[in-house]
Structures are given as structure tokens and as C-alpha cells.
């Protein structure tokens, strides 16, 4: 079992930064290599993929509409993932939420993921 705890979540203006983080926990979890994950939900909508990391941040991956606006990261000395929000626009208004899964390959797609955070409330102004 692992538990995943977001937060870094707020009210922001557009063109605002914030970096949200998801602490990791769990006997698992210290034990397997996860790769970690980054969705939003914004209301009356589908959950959608942000963007993904693999379990030694080898490699990233970013929905179009987040790219070169976005950036994950993770320290795995601290069992925390990051997700660096800058340029942020009112359409990135949503919950995000976090989401682990064991293995070493990227996984970009939900039902990929079996271990989520409750999720961050964030939303921008315009």
C-alpha cells in the first residue's frame, strides 16, 4: 500500500506560478521503483494526464497543452514528487491529483496507475 498526500495547491492570477508536491509513503514503496504521475480534473470534465516521471527521472512526459509550461521532478531521497506550474492560465483550473504505480516503464494513462493522492484544488484567475 502506498499512500500519496498532495499539496501546494491555491488561488493564483493568470501568468502565476506554483509548484505542487506529493509526499509518497508506505512499505512499498521504499521497496519497488515507482514511476509517478500527474492528473487534473477540472469540473464536469474527464480526469486527464499532466505529465509523468519514471521511477529515477530518466524520463519525462507532458501533455501538449502543459508543455514548456510545466516541469516534473522528483526526489527520491525525500519520496517527492514536483510538479512546477509556471504561465499558468484559467484553463488549467482543476484538482490535481497524484498517482504511483510500481513499475520502471512511463505510464501516461490512468487506469495505468493504481495508487492515488485525494488530490490539490488549484485555480487561476483571469
Known amino acids: 500500500q502506498v499512500q500519496l498526500v498532495e499539496s501546494g495547491g491555491g488561488l493564483v492570477q493568470t501568468g502565476d506560478s506554483l509548484r505542487l508536491s506529493c509526499a509518497a509513503s508506505g512499505r512499498t514503496f521504499s521497496r519497488y521503483s515507482y514511476t509517478m504521475g500527474w492528473f487534473r480534473q477540472a469540473p464536469g470534465t474527464e480526469r486527464e494526464f499532466v505529465a509523468a516521471?519514471?521511477?529515477?527521472?530518466?524520463?519525462?512526459n507532458y501533455a501538449n497543452s502543459v508543455k514548456g509550461r510545466f516541469t516534473i521532478s522528483r526526489d527520491n531521497a525525500k519520496n517527492t514528487v514536483y510538479l512546477q506550474m509556471n504561465s499558468l492560465k484559467p484553463e488549467d483550473t482543476a484538482i490535481y491529483s497524484c498517482?504511483?504505480?510500481?513499475?520502471?516503464?512511463?505510464?501516461?494513462?490512468?487506469?495505468?496507475?493504481?495508487?492515488w493522492g485525494q488530490g490539490t484544488q488549484v485555480t487561476v484567475s483571469s
Open positions: 498517482a504511483a504505480r510500481a513499475s520502471r516503464l512511463m505510464l501516461a494513462t490512468q487506469r495505468e496507475y493504481d495508487n
Open positions: 516521471i519514471t521511477w529515477n527521472g530518466g524520463y519525462t
